[in-house]
C-alpha cells in the first residue's frame, strides 16, 4: 500500500498529537528532561487536534476526487471506444458495399462491434430489424439493404467454433 502526501501528513499529524497527549500525561519526574519541557497549552493541543481533523478531512476529499477523475476517465474512454470519430472506411475489408455499411452502421457506434461479430446472412438480416426496433436505426429495405447484408454475411460469417472443429481437417 502507498501513501498519498496527504494521508502521510494526517498519518503524521495523528502521531504527533499522540506523542503531546504522551507528554502531557508522563508522570512528573519519571525523566527530569521530559519533566522540564512545559506541558503543551490547551490551545496548543487544540491546534494540533484541528490540524489532524483538517489532514483526515484533505485526505478524504482527495481521495473521493481521484475516484470520480478515475470514472471519468473510463466513460470517456468506454464512449471513445464506442464512437470511435478516428475510423475510416478502410477499417473494413474492401468489397462491394463497404461504402454503404460504414455510413450507415458507424453512426452509433465504431465498426469494432461488427468486425467481432460473425452470423449467417439470416442472422445479419435479422440483427438489422433489431436495429431498427430496438436501437432506432433508420429502416433499411430494398437494394440498400441487400447489399449491405450481402456485404455483412460474405466478410463476417460465422466463426467455427473450435470445440467443433476437426483438428485432422485443418
Ligand atoms: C441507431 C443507432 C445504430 C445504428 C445506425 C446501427 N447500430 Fe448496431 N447497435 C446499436 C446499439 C445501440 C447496439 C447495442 C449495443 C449494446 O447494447 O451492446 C448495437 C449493436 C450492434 C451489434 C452487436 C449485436 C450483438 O449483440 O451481438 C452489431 C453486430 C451491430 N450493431 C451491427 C450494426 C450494423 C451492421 C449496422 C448498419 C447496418 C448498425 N449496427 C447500425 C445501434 C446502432
Not at 494540533?48 to 481521484?66: L, N, W, Y
Request: glycine letters at 6%.
Amino acid at each position: 500500500m502507498s501513501l498519498s502526501t496527504t494521508e502521510k501528513t494526517a498519518l503524521g499529524a495523528i502521531c504527533a498529537l499522540g506523542l503531546l497527549v504522551l507528554a502531557f500525561d508522563y508522570p512528573a519526574g519519571r525523566t527530569p528532561r521530559q519533566a522540564e519541557a512545559p506541558p503543551p497549552t490547551p490551545y496548543a493541543l487544540a491546534t494540533a487536534e484541528a490540524d489532524a481533523r483538517a489532514a483526515t478531512a484533505r485526505a478524504e476529499a482527495d481521495r473521493a476526487r481521484s475516484e470520480r477523475e478515475a470514472t471519468a476517465k473510463a466513460e470517456t474512454e468506454r464512449l471513445a471506444a464506442v464512437q470511435n470519430p478516428g475510423e475510416t472506411e478502410d477499417i473494413l475489408p474492401a468489397g462491394h458495399g463497404r461504402e454503404e455499411v460504414f455510413a450507415r452502421c458507424t453512426a452509433c457506434h465504431s465498426t469494432a462491434i461488427i468486425r467481432r461479430s460473425g452470423f449467417s446472412r439470416d442472422r445479419w438480416d435479422e440483427l438489422m430489424d433489431w436495429m431498427t426496433e430496438k436501437q432506432g436505426m433508420a429502416p433499411l429495405e430494398g437494394d440498400i439493404r441487400t447489399l449491405v447484408v450481402d456485404y455483412l454475411a460474405q466478410h463476417f460469417p460465422p466463426r467455427r467454433s473450435p470445440r467443433n472443429a476437426n483438428p485432422f481437417l485443418n
